[in-house]
């Protein structure tokens, strides 16, 4: 398995668009989560999945920010409209909880919105 | 307050020192417990598990202490590849991961 890819793996775009990141979790996963990372914040939760589902999305900042996971080996976040505070890594990771809960991670996505 | 706290260093430690880093949590129902390794612009990888009875791996051990809330790692025999953030990892009920702010080693030669 390649493990989880996220897709793009930088992203910088001007105040106010849209930005969309992409997530393909590892097959037979079937929780996904969303983190973002800043030096200020660390590593926080934004949403997360079970079998496609939102299970909790407490931590997504605010209405600007939206996910979904159509299927199981889909997920999408999206911003809109990015401000520059959105600026920040932006990691999925997916686990299969009978195994031994280990996350994986994706490489992550650099969005700079300047 | 955050839900997993860490002291978030820099330790700056000789080659060879042992070096321990320890990690509240305020969720007493957290049921698992792992210690999470990032290296510098690169995603989160797991370092190990933790367990009540304490568990070791080569050079590396980890303690939870579930009386007082708080986790453990030890690291003996620092080497320079050790050089990375170490992230407390507590799992609540519904597997909801919930990461420490991350607490970042140097080993110096």
């Known amino acids: 398995d390649a493990g989880v890819i996220q897709s793009p793996r930088h992203e910088v775009t001007e105040m106010g668009q849209e930005v969309t990141l992409r997530c393909k979790p590892i097959?037979?996963?079937?929780?996904l989560f969303w983190y973002r990372q800043t030096m200020m914040r660390g590593l926080e939760l934004l949403i997360y999945f079970n079998n496609n589902v939102p299970i909790d999305d407490s931590g997504m900042p605010e209405d600007r920010f939206s996910a979904k996971m159509p299927n199981a080996s889909f997920s999408t976040l999206k911003i809109q409209p990015s401000e520059p505070r959105d600026s920040a890594v932006y990691f999925c990771?997916?686990?299969?909880?009978?195994?031994?809960?280990?996350?994986?991670f994706g490489q992550g996505t650099r969005l700079t919105v300047v | 307050r955050k839900e997993v706290e860490q002291d978030p260093g820099p330790f700056n430690v000789p080659e060879g020192a042992t070096v321990a880093f320890n990690c509240t949590y305020s969720n007493s129902a957290s049921q698992s417990f792992f210690w999470y390794r990032q290296d510098c612009r690169k995603e989160p990888k797991l370092l190990m598990s933790?367990?009540?009875s304490g568990n070791e791996d080569g050079r590396f051990t980890a303690q939870l202490n579930r009386a007082s809330q708080y986790i453990s790692l030890l690291i003996r025999d620092s080497k320079l590849s050790d050089s990375a953030t170490y992230l407390c990892?507590?799992?609540?009920?519904?597997?909801?991961?919930?990461f420490g702010g991350g607490t970042r080693l140097m080993v110096k030669p």
């Open positions: 933790v367990y009540s």
């Open positions: 990771a997916s686990i299969n909880p009978g195994g031994d809960t280990e996350a994986f």
């Open positions: 990892v507590a799992n609540n009920a519904g597997n909801m991961l919930t």
């Open positions: 097959s037979g996963h079937d929780y």
